[in-house]
């Protein structure tokens, strides 16, 4: 409750340009391969975004390029279940499939890539 009720203190008194640029910073750090240091900053502004499904991938992918992938699972897993469109739906089963292959589980990696390319035609069929 407190760490709640901080975070949206914390978030009331940060600008939408200050939190972009923590994100920023974090996928500078991810591009660069700190993903220890992207880490960091994901973890901060998913506690301050939590709807947010591409914030949760963003998160996934660092924790997965440092080799947390069991926990990459889980946030991936939520980004899938906040994707509000096919096109972040289609990412996040992506997503799901390099973490499926990372932690040898190749059937349901198989599945990912399946839900992936049927998302991407939906995509397709929309435009």
């Known amino acids: 409750m407190y760490i709640q009720s901080s975070n949206e203190t914390l ?16 996928y500078l750090y991810l591009k660069y391969g700190q993903a220890r240091r992207a880490c960091v900053y994901l973890k901060f502004l ?22 947390c992938t069991e926990e ?23 997503l799901l499939c390099f973490v499926f292959h990372k932690l040898g589980r190749p059937l349901d990696a198989e599945v990912s890539s399946a839900q992936f390319i049927q998302e991407r035609n939906q995509i397709g069929e929309i435009s």
Request: aromatic share 4%; hydrophobic share 50%.
């Open 11 to 26: 978030m009331q008194s940060l600008s939408r340009d200050e939190i972009a640029t923590l994100d920023l910073l974090a």
């Open 46 to 67: 998913v506690s301050l975004c939590p709807d947010s499904a591409r914030l949760y991938r963003s998160y996934s992918l660092a924790l997965l390029m440092d080799g």
């Open 72 to 94: 990459a699972e889980q946030f991936a897993s939520l980004s899938l279940a906040l994707a509000a469109s096919p096109s972040e739906r289609a990412v996040s089963h992506l």
